[in-house]
């Protein structure tokens, strides 16, 4: 595999091993993770880093919903409009257009239901493209961006077999 | 037993040690908080694909023995599969399906050894062929491979050790437990002295799918050889299967035929749920593999890399799952450095001299564990290099 390929593979399972255990990994030298890092921001490819968070085990409140959301189209307005004026609240952490029954998938996220709830029916449902709302609350997260947070099986080999 | 006493035990088996893991694994077993690289198995369980099929095969109840040689469609699948290697063998009559690779290791002893015989055994290498031998009443002749030649078996290797009166050669590359390799040039040397001295081969490729560089080459595809070579290799490594117990091998009819005899009156068949698992890896999980190798190879470049800067010179092993550093300067004892280790930091690995006098001075260190686990050990060796 191309080496630019698999420093993504690598910052995708942990963004936050050094520089230095990634070049033994790729057999590289660390200029070059960093030369190769630099590109994939610079491209566009890698556009954050971020921590998976178990909010259950933050103690504070933490309330996340997907909203589906309907849309209708004019003349003068796209989808891309609509995306733009939603994705700038703080509260949406990802909005995605999709296939299917509705048009935008919305994660919303704040301090309690009655923040989420108000937030969607003051500042979204308003919007005059938007037709239809559907708030669905999380209720338990099990598995975040591939990372699972149950406890992991534990492994029951020999700790020393031939 | 008391000076005098009658034991009830076979001479072979009074004279057959318990393998040198054996302690070490006991003190690994009574310590919390071990990381351990001592394991020889992968840390991956078997693709989904396979254990479905293995689960389907108990709900449909098809719980009775097989055909003594194995299924027939998993031999048909074996044949194909194999031509990726070269290798051609006749499902009916060339290809045995075993309790594992060790069992069919164990039936060629057995079929192709005569009290007297002698096996010229590699080392260092897996420490089951050497008690094989015995039990087959045959001798084992250590063939020393050396560290100037990352552990690559020459001609003068075998021509010094005296494998010239060998009757039977065991060769086992990618080699557990150096992680050396093979390529076609060199295992023609090997196959030349096999020749001219009319050796029969027995050529464990367990980690046949498991190389980093290059392609796998069977010492069996070379001149002259097909007819001389026991091919072993199963689903324990590549398919990370090791607990299901189902291996095979590839041979000449008349030594497959009696490796069977002896396989009928032993086994009877191998592991019926464990060959529909391997008929489904087989069909459907190249991809699984080829991912489990990758990830393989991104820790085999990590562990050598921090070997090397420790100062453990550790050569570039090419396959398994493997490597084998010397210990670090001052420590000449590969025993005391790996028992001094994992009492004071609680890591576990192989001291190299276990799978043969060749292995002094070195320790085997599987990588077969997750990347966290691999830089925690890491750290806490060099730590330990660091202090002593």
Redesign the interface.
């Known amino acids: 595999?191309e080496a630019k390929r698999?420093l993504l593979d690598?910052l995708l399972?942990?963004a936050r091993?050094s520089t230095d255990?990634i070049a033994?990994?790729?057999?590289v030298d660390a200029a070059t993770v960093e030369a190769l890092v630099d590109e994939l921001e610079s491209e566009g490819a890698i556009r954050g880093y971020q921590a998976v968070v178990d909010w259950d085990s933050v103690g504070e409140e933490h309330v996340r919903a997907e909203v589906e959301l309907n849309v209708e189209l004019d003349r003068e307005t796209g989808y891309e409009e609509i995306a733009r004026r939603i994705a700038k609240f703080p509260e949406v952490s990802s909005l995605r257009l999709i296939s299917g029954s509705y048009d935008f998938a919305v994660d919303v996220e704040g301090e309690s239901m009655h923040d989420v709830s108000n937030f969607v029916s003051e500042q979204i449902a308003p919007i005059p493209e938007v037709t239809q709302t559907v708030t669905h609350f999380v209720m338990t997260t099990y598995k975040e961006r591939g990372v699972y947070f149950g406890d992991g099986d534990d492994?029951d080999?020999?700790?020393?077999?031939? | 037993m008391t000076e005098g006493t009658h034991s009830p035990l076979s001479k072979r088996a009074r004279e057959t040690p318990p393998s040198g893991i054996r302690r070490f694994f006991e003190l690994a077993e009574e310590m919390d908080d071990i990381v351990s690289l001592g394991v020889g198995e992968p840390d991956f369980s078997a693709p989904w694909a396979a254990r479905s099929a293995a689960i389907d095969s108990l709900e449909r109840g098809r719980t009775s023995y097989t055909a003594n040689r194995g299924r027939k469609d998993l031999r048909e699948r074996i044949a194909e599969h194999v031509t990726r290697y070269d290798l051609s063998y006749e499902p009916d009559e060339e290809i045995l399906v075993t309790a594992g690779a060790s069992e069919a290791v164990d039936l060629a002893m057995r079929a192709l050894v005569d009290p007297g015989d002698t096996v010229a055994v590699p080392q260092p290498s897996y420490i089951s062929y050497g008690p094989t031998v015995t039990f087959a009443g045959g001798e084992a002749l250590p063939v020393q491979t050396r560290a100037e030649n990352d552990f690559v078996l020459t001609y003068e290797d075998l021509e010094r050790a005296g494998a010239a009166d060998a009757d039977t050669l065991v060769l086992c590359y990618p080699n557990n437990p150096t992680g050396a390799v093979m390529t076609r040039e060199e295992l023609t040397e090997v196959a030349e002295f096999a020749r001219e001295h009319d050796l029969v081969v027995l050529s464990d490729e367990i980690y046949a799918a498991l190389r980093y560089e290059d392609e796998h080459v069977s010492i069996a595809t070379l001149p002259g050889m097909r007819e001389r070579t026991v091919v072993f290799n199963g689903f324990s490594k590549a398919y990370a299967m090791t607990g299901m117990r189902l291996g095979y091998a590839l041979g000449p009819a008349e030594i497959i035929d009696a490796m069977n005899r002896i396989h009928q009156y032993t086994m009877l068949s191998a592991p019926t749920t464990a060959q529909f698992a391997a008929i489904e890896a087989l069909e459907s999980c190249d991809d699984a593999v080829e991912e489990m190798r990758q990830e393989f190879d991104r820790r085999r470049k990590f562990v050598i890399s921090r070997f090397n800067e420790l100062g453990m010179d550790c050569f570039e092993a090419k396959g398994a799952f493997y490597v084998f550093p010397k210990c670090p300067p001052g420590w000449e004892d590969d025993e005391a450095f790996a028992e001094a280790l994992i009492r004071e930091k609680r890591v576990a690995l192989v001291p190299g001299r276990v799978f043969g006098e060749g292995g002094n001075g070195h320790l085997r260190v599987s990588y077969a564990s997750g990347m966290s686990e691999l830089k925690e050990a890491l750290n806490r060796i060099e730590s330990f290099v660091e202090s002593n």
């Open positions: 595999m698999e690598l399972s942990d091993q255990d033994r990994q790729l057999g492994d080999r020999l700790s020393i077999s031939p």
